[in-house]
């Protein structure tokens, strides 16, 4: 009780501390403050109607009694611009899907609640309830009739068990059942311990009726779109090891008349999203064939309706293939892509000729700079494109483009009540040659209101996870906050970083971390050398990849005054046998077996060299974390004490992974950090010796 008491006072004082630095010259209203995270409104999932004149879209915003983030389905009228929620009723609701003909709208909502499937019918101004569900329907998707909606759901199992419960006298307050597992993946982050069961594949009349499951066994199937009225599309892998295998799949087509399954895609590697052209003729969908790397390019192929005939299509295109939609006419596919920091629009011809529409979707992570946003289009012969515009600025608004690329429009304004009034941080790009082979590492900065170039400020370099994902010049809430409170803020895509090219991305393929250390280690040089930021005032941080990433630099430089390393990866071994993703990290990471060469993981592991760490150093991990469960950052923070380093250990209650998924963990997340860097800003300390 003594120890626990001493951290939480500990903490408090750097909250303390923290509130201190908080308090400059300027007007608090004015700053991007902690609260005002609460305020911010984005834009995610917009969906154009057939004809192109209306686009529904979730509108979310911050729940300030419930700390959550909450999505409500809006519409916009594309020629006049009004802009209104499709229901008065509060629930959260998601997913908006326009029927064919459009005039009705499938979205996801609850029902005190339970949750449930509604469809808006525009001729009545009302919604009617298709179906309620014990478990969530995920996917919906319309038959190309309008007739019938297929989706996922959960399917209960049959408990696991060795013995025949006894029977309990009445009244008696025994220990709950024992927990049997036998799968290899037995929890996931964000769904905890999983249940017997698996996801299966339904469908369900829009006139009304019961739900129809199509699919059956004891392996996952997903929907993914109807081929014709008669026959779905589904993914999934179902082979007997499909939980050692986590990236294989395959397309299979489902008969609805006697449930008969044919498998269309039948190679090593993953096979997924297929949609299928508006004719009905032909299927694309992406995958690749796995070189058992730890990352691989999707590419993009098209096939017959049967599954003959596949190809690959724009085998030169150097970047990977995201999402994908058919045009009107079948002759072509729109597609996106990672595009050095940013999400571009491309459209691709049944010959593999591939021209750029255009750059900017993304601004859906509201923490942190990454590059995450979406789009559909118009069923249209010249197709309107409706998206995710992405911001330095300001989270995502609703974006709207000619099929050419032309007449670009951002269609909302969901926080002009706020950001105008507000200090915002500027951003620039900066590029550096790295100091380890010369290669170009892009990166982006931040900075304070009160900027000047004259090398007195406090310098974050935030470093993003994955490893395989990249940042962008895009709206944070965490890079705000820094920000506002006096840091210049730093963040970059080294090597292994998405968006460069697949060769880009497997320099740390087996060496991971490695050379992208050298990486950063040149962009913090670089803003030095601009004269921006104090030497003796620089701090750095970072979450999950970034979180590994920050353990490993203070084994390998004093530089920083102090690090923060949130929710890391600190022993490859323990990570490869507990946590959610241990098959994955085994065969395609490291791609040797701990009991028999243990010393492959231990070199890449920050445990193995924590001895050489001086720079204090706060863990922060999610209680509910099993991606990168608990008990990494633990071994590090129990080895910095054993060695009479400065260190920290913070638990954020209910978290899973994703810390910043309520505001309130965001806030905590962002604060703490601060608070931490604080404690150890030699100018700070100074003034207030």
């Known amino acids: 009780m003594q120890f626990r008491l001493l951290l939480i006072l500990v903490l408090s004082s750097l909250l303390v501390n923290f509130s201190c630095l908080a308090t400059g010259n300027d007007s608090p209203s004015k700053r991007f403050t902690a609260m005002r995270v609460f305020d911010i409104e984005y834009a995610t999932d917009p969906q154009i109607s057939p004809n192109g004149k209306k686009i529904a879209y979730v509108r979310h915003s911050m729940d300030r009694i419930n700390d959550k983030d909450k999505g409500q389905v809006w519409l916009i009228n594309v020629e006049d611009g009004v802009h209104f929620p499709l229901t008065d009723n509060e629930a959260p609701s998601h997913s908006p899907r326009w029927s064919p003909d459009g005039k009705s709208l499938l979205f996801s909502t609850s029902n005190q609640a339970k949750p449930e499937l509604r469809v808006y019918y525009f001729q009545s101004n009302r919604s009617v309830g298709l179906a309620q569900f014990s478990s969530a329907p995920t996917r919906a998707s319309w038959s190309p009739d309008g007739k019938h909606i297929a989706f996922n759901m959960f399917v209960k199992g049959k408990k696991n068990s060795f013995s025949k419960p006894v029977d309990k006298p009445e009244g008696a307050k025994w220990n709950d059942a024992v927990k049997v597992f036998d799968e290899i993946t037995f929890r996931f982050d964000g769904a905890g311990y999983l249940p017997p069961g698996t996801t299966q594949v339904f469908t369900l009349p829009v006139s009304g009726g019961s739900p129809r499951q199509l699919t059956h066994g004891d392996v996952d199937l997903n929907v993914s779109a109807w081929l014709d009225n008669d026959t779905v599309l589904v993914t999934g892998n179902t082979s007997k090891d499909s939980d050692m295998d986590f990236i294989e799949s395959e397309i299979y087509a489902i008969e609805l008349s006697d449930l008969s399954m044919t498998t269309l895609t039948n190679r090593d590697g993953p096979d997924s999203g297929p949609i299928v052209s508006p004719n009905g003729r032909k299927i694309a969908y992406i995958g690749y064939d796995d070189k058992v790397l730890s990352y691989q390019h999707s590419n993009l192929?098209?096939?017959?309706?049967?599954?003959?005939?596949?190809?690959?299509?724009?085998?030169?295109?150097?970047?990977?293939?995201?999402?994908?939609?058919?045009?009107?006419?079948?002759?072509?596919?729109?597609?996106?892509?990672?595009?050095?920091?940013?999400?571009?629009?491309?459209?691709?011809?049944?010959?593999?000729?591939?021209?750029?529409?255009?750059?900017?979707?993304?601004?859906?992570?509201?923490?942190?700079?990454?590059?995450?946003?979406?789009?559909?289009?118009?069923?249209?012969?010249?197709?309107?494109?409706?998206?995710?515009?992405?911001?330095?600025?300001?989270?995502?608004?609703?974006?709207?483009?000619?099929?050419?690329?032309?007449?670009?429009?951002?269609?909302?304004?969901?926080?002009?009540?706020?950001?105008?009034?507000?200090?915002?941080?500027?951003?620039?790009?900066?590029?550096?040659?790295?100091?380890?082979?010369?290669?170009?590492?892009?990166?982006?900065?931040?900075?304070?209101?009160?900027?000047?170039?004259?090398?007195?400020?406090?310098?974050?370099?935030?470093?993003?996870?994955?490893?395989?994902?990249?940042?962008?010049?895009?709206f944070a809430s965490e890079i705000q906050r820094y920000a506002a409170e006096g840091y210049v803020t730093v963040w970059s895509n080294p090597r292994g970083s998405t968006g460069y090219g697949e060769d880009f991305s497997l320099e740390i393929d087996q060496a991971y971390p490695g050379n992208d250390y050298h990486d950063l280690m040149s962009v913090v040089d670089e803003v030095l050398k601009l004269n921006y930021v104090d030497e003796k005032r620089l701090f750095v941080t970072g979450g999950s990849g970034g979180g590994i990433l920050t353990a490993w630099i203070v084994t390998k430089t004093d530089r920083f005054a102090a690090a923060a390393s949130i929710k890391p990866v600190i022993n490859w071994m323990t990570m490869a046998l507990v946590g959610d993703i241990a098959p994955f990290v085994r065969r395609h990471w490291i791609r040797e077996d701990p009991w028999s060469n243990p010393e492959a993981y231990l070199k890449f592991s920050p445990i193995r060299y924590v001895d050489k760490v001086k720079t204090p150093t706060l863990m922060m991990v999610g209680e509910e974390d099993y991606r990168t469960p608990t008990w990494e950052a633990e071994q590090f923070y129990t080895a910095l004490k054993m060695l009479n380093v400065d260190t920290a250990l913070i638990r954020v209650p209910s978290s899973p992974h994703y810390i910043a998924s309520r505001p309130s963990r965001l806030i905590a997340k962002t604060d703490n950090i601060m608070g931490w860097f604080a404690k150890y800003d030699p100018v700070k300390n100074n003034k207030d010796n």
């Open 301 to 474: 192929y098209i096939m017959n309706a049967d599954g003959s005939e596949a190809r690959e299509l724009g085998s030169d295109f150097t970047g990977s293939f995201g999402q994908i939609k058919w045009e009107a006419k079948s002759k072509s596919i729109i597609f996106s892509s990672e595009d050095h920091g940013e999400i571009s629009l491309y459209r691709i011809n049944l010959k593999g000729k591939v021209t750029k529409i255009m750059t900017g979707i993304g601004g859906g992570s509201i923490g942190r700079p990454y590059a995450d946003g979406s789009f559909s289009i118009s069923k249209t012969t010249k197709p309107k494109i409706a998206y995710m515009a992405g911001f330095s600025d300001r989270p995502a608004e609703v974006g709207l483009i000619d099929y050419n690329g032309k007449n670009k429009q951002t269609l909302t304004q969901l926080n002009n009540d706020l950001l105008p009034y507000l200090e915002m941080a500027k951003v620039e790009e900066i590029k550096v040659k790295s100091s380890y082979d010369g290669k170009e590492i892009e990166a982006w900065i931040a900075f304070p209101p009160n900027f000047k170039a004259d090398g007195s400020f406090p310098m974050i370099l935030e470093i993003h996870g994955g490893p395989y994902t990249m940042y962008g010049p895009y």
